[in-house]
Nanobody
Framework: QVQLVESGGGLVQAGGSLRLSCAAS????????MGWFRQAPGKEREFVAA????????LYADSVKGRFTISRDNAKNTLYLQMNSLKPEDTAIYYC???????????????WGQGTQVTVSA
């Protein structure tokens, strides 16, 4: 089992930036596909981005493409999400997850963090 702990959330004005981190421990992190998902109040969880172990395969949701960048540091067992040009509609709890394939389907990720709140004011 892998344990995941997110950090870096907060309140930011529209157009601003935040960088989320996800620290992993337990099972061999470097072999895992890692992803970011988010859930806004009253809405279903949605896929944001995913990255394979080497960083050679990355997938983004259309809604964040060009604004968000996912990356990982396997030496530090840490996943990142750099979020630029933030919009009020990006407001959500952001979760990192570990899985076996670079896909947008949350059900295929078997370990989840507790989440970190991101709030973007207009």
């Amino acid at each position: 089992q892998v344990q995941l702990v997110e950090s870096g959330g907060g309140l930011v004005q529209a157009g601003g930036s935040l960088r989320l981190s996800c620290a992993a421990s337990g099972r061999t992190y470097s072999r895992l596909v890692m992803g970011w998902f988010r859930q806004a109040p009253g809405k279903e969880r949605e896929f944001v981005a995913a990255i394979n172990w080497s960083g050679g395969r990355i997938l983004y949701a259309d809604s964040v493409k060009g604004r968000f960048t996912i990356s990982r540091d396997n030496a530090k067992n840490t996943l990142y999400l750099q979020m630029n040009s933030l919009k009020p509609e990006d407001t959500a709890i952001y979760y990192c997850a570990a899985g076996g394939a670079v896909v947008a389907t949350g059900a295929l990720y078997d370990c989840w963090g507790q989440g970190t709140q991101v709030t973007v004011s207009a």
